[in-house]
């Protein structure tokens, strides 16, 4: 009897993997021959199959799909914008992904800069010396009556108004822009 | 390798009518040589797995969809490193397994915690689990209170039925911890079961 007790303390904690094949030979023959003459311990294996059984029955073989009829738009997607960014830059995309990314900041400052540079310039031509100020082109937009296109406008005539960039009131002879 | 443009191409203007027929491996190799085609055949083949794996794993519907999105996206981007001497579903597991368990991950702290599970509280409800029995409902809650790496294993091996060895290297343990942990795993799913629907319940 103290034979047998031990024997099944022994083969317990293998009785589950004896149920789903995951001994090795040698142990599964062990559990075979106890489980033949013990009752108890076939009992604990049919348990056993019976939570296997549980537990398979949520596998993606038994369940449809769940997925959102654009799950392979999604992925189209993903790859898409993957591959346009690599083709910008192939090599900084290969060789530090994230590098572009963290650059990006001092891209948009520069940037602020060189507009803010260009402003202040623009701003010093119009305004800087009124007396003497040269002539602006005039893209072909009549203000004043004058009509001469391709030519320069004479400094009187109102570009800017005073106020800054809002444009003067439109002289009353003046046409209407083509676009 | 370039990729159609966004949106469903019409079934019969693909390339490929025979890709259905092919195993993962020669899909695989149409995959390196450019047939995008032969991406979307697997895909199609393998979205249930992936889904429903993670979702075992993470238990929300949102975060499961993600991360099978995400882990075709590496597939699509890492072809060249799968090694052909492996099962295409293997690494495809290997993929989605490491993504779902930075998932969880990502939720211990108390914060992301608490979103969590007012996530799947909601979207596991109505979305994910409206196809389950009564039954795989409470198969499902009960594997809910399994630890995390406990329940990995029983996803793959119980539930996906991966032979043992394939978990093994799916996880990247030896043979020796996939049969301890699925060994205690189950034990804590049979205390579980138990303790909620009786010993002799299901």
Known sequence: MNDRAASCRDIRDLIDLFVSEDLEPWEADAVGLHMGRCEACRAEADACRRQHERLASLSSSQLPSQVSPFFWQGIQREILMG????????????AAPGRRRALRPI?????????????????AALFGDAGTAPAVPRDGIVYGGGEVSGETIPQEVPFISEGGLAPAGRPEDEKEIEL | MEIGPVGDPPRGKRSCFGDRNLAD????????????DAFR????????????????????????????????????????????????????????VNLAI???????????LERVAEAV??????????????????????LGSVPDQYRVILVLRDIEGLPSQEVADVLNVNHATVRWRLHRGRALFKDAWEARFGPGAG
């Open chain 2, 25 to 36: 491996g020669d899909l695989v190799l149409r995959m390196r040589s450019g047939d995008t």
């Open chain 1, 107 to 123: 891209m948009y400052a520069l940037a602020a800069l060189v507009l803010a540079a260009v402003t202040l310039i623009a701003a």
């Open chain 2, 41 to 96: 055949t697997l895909v199609e083949r393998h979205t249930n797995k992936a889904y429903w794996t993670a979702y075992n794993v993470v238990r929300s519907h949102e975060d499961a969809q993600d991360i099978a999105q995400e882990a075709f996206i590496r597939v699509y981007r890492f072809i060249d490193r799968y090694d052909n001497r492996q099962r295409f579903s293997t690494w495809l597991y290997q993929i989605v």
């Open chain 1, 83 to 94: 591959d346009q960014e690599a083709d910008e830059a192939p090599e900084a995309a290969a």
């Open chain 2, 121 to 142: 509280s909601e979207d596991a409800g109505p979305v994910a689990r409206a196809e389950l029995t009564e039954q795989q409902e409470r198969v499902w809650e009960v």
């Open chain 2, 102 to 112: 930075d998932n969880l991950r990502r939720r211990k702290n108390p914060a992301a």
